[in-house]
């Protein structure tokens, strides 16, 4: 089944949302200061880009278990869409998602 990963973000200034099919997933990394999960997504089709980036806050030190807990849910999840981050909802997968950084870098 394919599944695709989704995220919004609801800041002030920001009202971004990007769903994309988690085939195109190419690495989560944990930042330097160990508070954001970085998602980059590339080989995005039908003209929309080449790459697709998606920065998560994360409480600090918990880059981890979020990416263990975003891996585990692309495997095993029955719903072929998995609800990474909504700041509209406030709707997170992992309890250490703080919500998105205000940034969908779409390139």
Same mark, same amino acid.
């Given at each position: 089944?394919?599944? #695709?990963?989704? #995220?919004? !973000?609801?800041?002030?200034? /920001? ?15 944990? !930042? ?6 970085? =998602?980059? =997504?590339?080989?995005? *089709? !039908? @003209? ?6 998606? #920065? ?22 029955? /719903?072929? =869409? ?6 509209? *909802? ?11 950084? @205000?940034?969908?870098?779409? @390139?």
């Amino acid at each position: 089944m394919l599944r #695709f990963l989704y #995220f919004a !973000d609801a800041t002030a200034s /920001n009202t971004d949302s990007v769903c994309l099919p988690v085939t195109h997933l190419r690495q989560m990394n944990v !930042d330097g200061t160990s508070s954001r999960v970085l =998602f980059r =997504f590339e080989d995005i *089709r !039908d @003209g929309i880009a080449e790459q697709v980036i998606v #920065f998560v806050n994360i409480t600090t030190g918990k880059g981890k278990e979020v990416v263990e807990a975003v891996a585990k849910s692309i495997r095993s999840s029955k /719903n072929p =869409f998995i609800v990474v981050a909504d700041d509209n *909802r406030k709707e997170y997968l992992h309890k250490d998602i703080l919500g998105t950084d @205000g940034s969908v870098n779409i @390139g």
